[in-house]
């Protein structure tokens, strides 16, 4: 009989076609194969979704994946299953007949993995469901959300210990790229590990130079920085509206870029995540909704033009590039304005107890919500309407939206796009006069498909009906549009929906308390996190990479020797000699006319030495910028 390493190894190279487990994975696998509560903390690109899909397949019953992104789940499911493993996803906007479907197949053994969101938890129907099933393990990824003042803490993840209950044989495994020594003790508390097991990658990356660069003018530096490099990039911004500002503004300059943000609808995210992953589009501009999930491995630059929140959330972002371990750069580009502009946010994100009150009344009055009433009623919420209708601003009232959720008065989801919703509205005589072949091809997928049609809303997969008619999804959209027109259905399209669920009854504002671990914790938490993100930009005489590995509990001796710290203190000479040779190769390079900045990449020659000497080029006006190509000033 094999031994256990080489059981999981075969799985390994069955289904992933890896040769064996790289860094820490083999280690935590063995820990929750032998029933060990166990903590992995792996940094962005580690491999985290190998640590408990390969034991879900050598262990008897089903994984359940706890996760927050509906988007990151639905995509490793659709992954899992293209490699021929079963595994399914319960989430918010399924309709119920799919979730008791699914819920009844993982009892009767159809499913190695089920991700699930973590507020599924808690519905009836689920814990029902979940007493029935046998469960290997319980992973939870994102572990850190469950730390009430630390870094994207979710209410939802607390129910996960309940659950435990449920399932007390069941081991957990937590998974986390971002967790501070003080978050890692409060995950095991939490999640009410057995014992303390935790395995820890090191947070180091080699192949990254991490620079924060001061600039007299961001936009210009930015272009600039864009000219000089080359290779797949992602740019961070904090604002929807900058996303798309800059990226028509990068498009107007000759280089091929898009946007990417939470608001956009699903197919118009997926395309553009498409077309920058196939490298038809170099530059992706994005907001913190872009990068769960995204397995890219050749992003060269990563470039913050404004702060991120915390360290946390900055090493995860930065660290989505060189995670093929080649050379590259994340660059924060400061022109005096972001530190500013991060501490409003401390503000902003903690507005006064006596505004939360206010809005909760007049949510419940936008709503009309009696007091007494509303207990686990959901509403539809446009955050936009109310704010105009009371003239807030959008930004603080989603802050107050957030701290009354944390505190038990709501639920709030932000938009998601909700399913698309269908009712057969004609008769059985009526459509099968339909004569439209298109229509024709969508009545007759429709009715073999979906049952109860011509009683209620049924929720549409797009994705079957387009393979059973042949239509595009453009296509099949316009065509169900038509047919609404014509009366034959009552077609509902998708649509972007935030929601308020009460989760207690309506009560007078003077009885709402918001609780010390919810506000002033949790304030404090986050003005020391903003605080540290600020001094790792202000300082400018230690090793970038120390500073984020010691705020992560990392100790190491030596400096990265790359980062704009290190390159600055090393000793750099460059002779007059070595310069008028670097500028004659430079100008016979561009003697045939602009050029491309990589095509000023010389090999041999110490890369701060080329700097240097195009930067005194430029100085002196012997060499320019044409668009996106750089070549002599007299061409």
């Not at 094999?2 to 790289?22: M, N, T, V």
């Not at 029933?35 to 903390?41: A, E, F, Q, R, V």
């Not at 939490?190 to 395995?199: G, H, P, Q």
């Amino acid at each position: 009989m094999p031994d256990l390493h080489d059981k999981y190894r075969s799985i390994l190279q069955q289904y992933w076609g890896y040769e064996d487990f790289r860094g820490i994975q083999r280690e935590i696998i063995e820990s929750i194969s032998q029933g060990k509560d166990t903590l992995g903390l792996m940094p962005t690109g580690g491999g985290k979704s190998i640590t408990f899909q390969v034991p879900a397949l050598s262990m008897p019953g089903v994984c359940l994946v706890i996760t927050p992104l509906i988007a990151l789940m639905k995509d490793q499911v659709q992954r899992l299953r293209e490699l021929g493993i079963r595994a399914a996803a319960i989430h918010s906007a399924m309709p119920h007949q799919e979730i008791l479907s699914i819920l009844e197949t993982c009892i009767f053994g159809g499913y190695k993995l089920l991700y699930v969101s973590p507020e599924r938890l808690s519905s009836e129907i689920f814990i029902k469901k979940l007493s029935h099933m046998k469960v290997s393990f319980i992973t939870v990824d994102e572990a850190h959300c469950i730390c009430q003042w630390g870094y994207d803490f979710r209410p939802s993840y607390l129910q996960i210990a309940e659950v435990r209950k449920i399932k007390p044989d069941a081991p957990i495994l937590a998974l986390t790229a971002t967790a501070t020594p003080k978050v890692v003790e409060d995950i095991q508390q939490k999640l009410l590990f057995t014992e303390r097991n935790v395995f820890q990658m090191s947070f180091m990356r080699p192949n990254i130079s991490y620079q924060v660069r001061k600039v007299e003018e961001q936009t210009t530096a930015l272009l600039r920085l864009l000219e000089s490099t080359s290779g797949s990039t992602i740019i961070y911004t904090r604002n929807r509206q900058r996303c798309k500002d800059l990226a028509e503004l990068l498009s107007s300059h000759g280089m091929e870029s898009t946007f990417y943000h939470a608001m956009l609808s699903d197919t118009v995210k997926d395309d553009r995540q498409h077309q920058w992953q196939k490298d038809e589009i170099r530059i992706m501009l994005a907001t913190n909704a872009f990068g769960m999930g995204i397995d890219k491995p050749d992003v060269r630059l990563v470039i913050h033009v404004d702060l991120p929140d915390s360290l946390e959330e900055y090493f995860q972002e930065a660290g989505r590039a060189g995670r093929d371990g080649e050379p590259s750069q994340a660059i924060i580009l400061m022109d005096g304005k972001e530190i500013q502009s991060a501490q409003r946010r401390l503000t902003n994100s903690f507005p006064p107890k006596e505004f939360i009150c206010e809005i909760y009344e007049k949510i419940c009055f936008f709503l009309q919500m009696a007091i007494g009433d509303g207990y686990k009623v959901t509403r539809e919420f446009n955050l936009e309407m109310f704010s105009r209708t009371f003239r807030y601003y959008p930004q603080r009232v989603q802050s107050a939206l957030e701290m009354l959720d944390k505190a038990g008065y709501i639920e709030y989801t932000d938009a998601e796009e909700g399913e698309s919703r269908l009712k057969i509205i004609a008769t059985r005589d009526e459509l099968y006069r339909v004569t439209d072949k298109e229509q024709e091809a969508i009545a007759n997928a429709l009715l073999r498909n979906y049952c109860g049609i011509f009683v209620n809303y049924v929720y549409l997969d797009e994705d079957l009906l387009c393979k059973k008619t042949g239509l595009s999804k453009d296509a099949l959209y316009t065509e169900l549009i038509e047919m609404k027109k014509r009366r034959i259905v009552d077609f509902i399209p998708k649509k972007k929906i935030p929601l308020i669920t009460f989760t207690q009854k309506r009560v007078e504002k003077e009885y709402i308390k918001i609780p010390h671990e919810v506000y002033e914790q949790r304030y404090e938490a986050y003005k020391e996190r903003l605080s540290a993100i600020i001094e790792y930009c202000i300082q400018d005489d230690k090793c970038r990479s120390r500073i984020m590995l010691e705020y992560f509990g990392e100790t190491i001796k030596t400096n990265c020797g790359i980062c704009d710290v290190c390159t600055q203190q090393s000793e750099f000479h460059i002779t007059a000699s070595e310069k008028e040779e670097i500028r004659s190769i430079l100008l016979e390079k561009m003697s045939n006319g602009p050029v491309t900045a990589d095509k000023l990449i010389l090999k041999g020659i110490d890369e701060r030495k080329l700097r240097q000497v195009i930067d005194e080029m430029r100085g002196k006006e012997e060499i320019v910028y044409f668009g996106n190509k750089i070549g002599v000033s007299s061409q």
